[in-house]
């Protein structure tokens, strides 16, 4: 592995060993508060880089692949978010990472909700970015659909096509986002769709039970609606909940700057409040 980078805009690439799989991640370093952020589905860490430019000058970022995703080992079976969150606490430990910040997409919301549930006080806070977390009736609705069945499509497809269609689909994010975007794809594991089979963790018991300081940021397009953000911070205090505008549930890709802002400001001010 190579020496962690001190100054901002300097990532490495490593590999953990960790529950008998080898998880790969960036990181930038420097001894600053550990952030670790967790993407989506059909993602990878790389996807996260535009979001996480304006945090890494006063954040250790760390940006794994999940199993399945990206560099990471992709097993057979073994893609719960149970599993995923393992991961996560491997990762920690591996790292020797300390009073860790968990920020996690989609996917990974759930995975840093259920994580940090099982890290307490440990964690120094949490941010979940539009996480998973949709009613039953919709789950099965998303294990029914052909999302897998179009991933499968996509894999006999060739780089260039799948290009030119992600820019004709998103043509206002920028050209590396892209290339990210569809090497993930292209690194995605058919087996890592196993996520989608029902039930999910029970999100209102998650974020009930969390400790620490938690932001959920949500869009007006995007799956967690106003309703359940309010109903969240009524199940616990220390949730608090932004809206990003005319922002849909791929507003990491989409609006990096502002999500990374609103990250910031949150950040600044739990972490000064656990230095009070």
């Known amino acids: 592995m190579n020496k962690v980078g001190e100054r901002p805009g300097v990532w490495i690439n490593g590999i953990c060993h960790v529950n008998g799989i080898d998880i790969h991640y960036r990181r930038t370093g420097g001894g600053k508060p550990p952030l670790l952020v967790l993407h989506g589905l059909i993602a990878s ?13 006063r954040f250790d970022v760390i940006l794994p692949d999940a199993r399945g995703h990206g560099n990471s080992s992709a097993p057979e079976t073994g ?46 806070a949490l941010i979940l970015i539009d996480p998973t977390f949709i009613s039953p009736a919709w789950q099965r609705e998303v294990y029914e659909s052909d999302v897998a069945a179009d991933h499968r499509r ?3 497809s060739t780089r260039n096509e799948l290009l030119d269609q992600a820019r004709l689909k998103n043509a206002s994010r920028s050209a590396e986002l892209i290339e990210h975007l569809v090497d993930a794809r292209l690194h995605t594991s058919l087996s890592a769709f196993e996520i989608l089979t029902p039930p999910n963790p029970d ?31 009524g199940l616990n205090p220390l949730l608090q909940y932004e809206l990003i505008a005319d922002a849909g549930h791929g507003m990491p890709y989409d609006k990096p700057a502002q999500v990374s802002g609103v990250m910031r400001a949150f950040l600044e ?5 656990g230095e009070a």
């Open 45 to 57: 860490g790389a996807c996260l880089l535009p979001l996480v430019h304006g945090l890494e000058d």
């Open 79 to 124: 893609y719960s978010y149970g599993d995923l969150a393992a991961d996560v606490a491997g990762l920690i430990r591996e790292l020797k990472l300390e009073a860790p910040i968990l920020a996690g997409h989609s996917m990974g919301g759930m995975t840093a909700a259920v994580a940090a549930s099982e890290l307490g006080v440990a964690a120094r």
């Open 154 to 156: 996509s894999l006999q």
């Open 203 to 233: 999100w209102r018991e998650l974020v009930r039970n969390i400790p620490v300081p938690t932001l959920l940021l949500i869009g007006d397009g995007g799956v967690v609606s106003l309703d359940t953000a309010r109903e969240l911070h």
């Open 269 to 273: 001010q739990a972490i000064m409040a």
